[in-house]
């Protein structure tokens, strides 16, 4: 099994910056992707960037050129920079392991972005 714990949530203007963090633990395989999701209040989760084990990437439209994925594979950790953060980027952010066989889910950091 793989354990993932979020951080770097918080209340922030429209126009700041956070950075998330996910740090994974456990059996993790040398082929796997980790990605971004996102929940707001009474929507469903959706994905917004996901990076493979060897660094490609992906991203949802909405925060193409704003945010950016990258992992250190040494530290079996994620992040996501989000720039230029506007009010509807608001909601929990989930981080998610996978790979062939099995994925899991950290337990989510919320992010508040005031206008």
């Known amino acids: 099994q793989v354990q993932l714990v979020e951080s770097g949530g918080g209340l922030v203007q429209a126009g700041g910056s956070l950075r998330l963090s996910c740090a994974a633990s456990?059996?993790?395989?040398?082929?796997?992707?980790m990605a971004w999701y996102r929940q707001a209040p009474g929507k469903q989760r959706t994905l917004v960037a996901i990076?493979?084990?060897?660094?490609?990437?992906n991203y949802a439209d909405s925060v193409k050129g704003r945010f950016t994925i990258s992992r250190d594979n040494a530290k079996n950790t994620m992040y996501l920079q989000m720039n230029s953060l506007k009010p509807e980027d608001t909601a929990v952010y989930y981080c998610?392991?996978?790979?062939?066989?099995?994925?899991?889910w950290g337990q989510g950091t919320q992010v508040t972005v005031s206008s």
């Open positions: 998610r392991y996978s790979n062939t066989y099995y994925s899991s």
């Open positions: 456990g059996s993790i395989s040398s082929i796997n992707a």
């Open positions: 990076i493979t084990n060897d660094g490609s990437t």
